[in-house]
């Protein structure tokens, strides 16, 4: 199992990013996805979950109404798309997956800053 997230940066408070996730060695359209974050001195949180199929996604209450995760299960890929962002929002993002275990890849940095 391959995780590889991109689409971090710096944004200004009330901005827009789009982030990125391409699975590979596993069949990623059988498998649920989630992306967590993780900011300095706080434990990594749950932000958002997809089903396999994407036609169930829950969020966590900070994000609700302001990101949306989607997939595309043709490219292998997952997506979060972050908008209104926060200086709150400033973290490493990571998208995840379980397969007999948990898998992460290796994170993408979002700053949020004036």
């Known amino acids: 199992v391959q995780l590889v997230e991109s689409g971090g940066g710096l944004v200004q408070p009330g901005g827009s990013l789009r982030l990125s996730c391409a699975a590979s060695?596993?069949?990623?359209?059988?498998?649920?996805m989630s992306w967590y974050r993780q900011a300095p001195g706080k434990e990594r949180e749950l932000v958002a979950g997809i089903s396999s199929a994407g036609g169930s996604t829950d969020y966590a209450d900070s994000v609700a109404g302001r990101f949306t995760i989607s997939r595309d299960n043709a490219k292998n890929t997952v997506y979060l798309q972050m908008n209104s962002l926060k200086p709150e929002d400033t973290a490493v993002y990571y998208c995840s997956t379980v397969k007999v275990r948990r898998y992460w890849g290796q994170g993408t940095q979002v700053t949020v800053s004036s």
């Open positions: 060695g596993f069949t990623f359209s059988t498998y649920s």
